[in-house]
């Protein structure tokens, strides 16, 4: 009897409880165990890979919106300045400026700024209450104008040259071409790190699938013994490598926007983006555009990882 209870409860210890189903069911082992570069080393640079990505890609939509901005009210607005030798001829002038503005068909505002507006122009380069007190500045008058008198601006210059002789016009070309040149360049540069990141998530995923293949060669031919077949194997590859890589992902995006958060609050803490800077603003499209990044980031990986796995096992089996 104690034999036969001895066998009994050897039995019941190796009958194995069935898995668990729900929220606490066991975790199926993956079919190819990791091996080299995968696992916890493989997010890590999958989330660096992203972090980089993300910023590239916020440089890139900065850059195009605070060029379009920028571009927009140069391309719409002229400005008029007025000189003279006091500031009785410049009253004189800019009545006879705004005169011809007035009649000129296309002109949709013209506005004077004010002595004091003018004056705070050059207080960064003259120092506070300085051009206002020592300089007889000249009046300045923006002009919002349409697409048609923008595109000859001639005749209207030549008849406030004649209205009055210290008024030139100036329709922000050069300003805008340089501006326009500047932001190509920075776009393209912001590209061209995304494209890198791109390629260097591609060459670390080659990497990874070739040394986890080398690393489970016992297991890969064992499973074609079985009738395995080559795509099965990489889907294997593939799903496991897009699980990392979304893992990843997500962390670098997290960290990228931690960062463009505290990069936009110290921008506006040291008041630099009223002036040069663009401005570091998430909105919900912005933040669709960045998760876009992350995303070809995980999706490069998956499939780079798969295309390596069977283009190995068709030179190895």
Sequence with gaps: ?????????????????????????????????????????????????????????ASLLMVNRATSEWTSALRSEITVQVKGASPADIESGVDAVLRVLNETDGVLEAKEKSREETAELLDPWLGEGNAA??????????????????????????????AAPGATLDDHARW???????????????????????????????????????????????????????????AEVQRRFFILGLRGALIGLVAALAALVLAGLAVRAGGAADNFLPSLRLGGWMILWLAAAPTATCLVTALT?????LKTLSKQY
């Design 176 to 234: 805008h071409d340089r501006l326009s040149g500047a932001a190509r360049s920075g776009q393209a540069m912001a590209f061209g790190v995304f494209l890198l990141v791109m390629g260097a998530a591609c060459a670390i995923s080659i990497f990874a699938s070739r040394a986890g293949l080398a690393a489970n060669h016992e297991i890969v031919s064992v499973l074609h013994l079985v009738g395995a077949t080559d795509g099965f194997i990489a």
């Design 1 to 57: 009897m104690t034999q036969a209870n001895d066998y009994e409860t050897d039995e019941a210890e190796n009958i194995q409880a069935p898995p668990r189903r729900g929220l606490f069911r066991r975790r199926a082992a993956p079919l190819l165990p990791e091996a080299g570069a995968a696992g916890a080393p493989l997010t890590a640079v999958i989330a660096v890979m992203s972090f980089l990505a993300v910023l590239a890609m």
């Design 305 to 309: 990882a798969r295309l390596t796995v």
């Design 133 to 162: 007190a020592f300089l007889t500045i000249p009046a300045i008058i923006e002009v919002k104008a349409a697409p048609a008198l923008r595109d000859n601006l001639d005749l209207l210059r030549n008849r406030l040259t004649t």
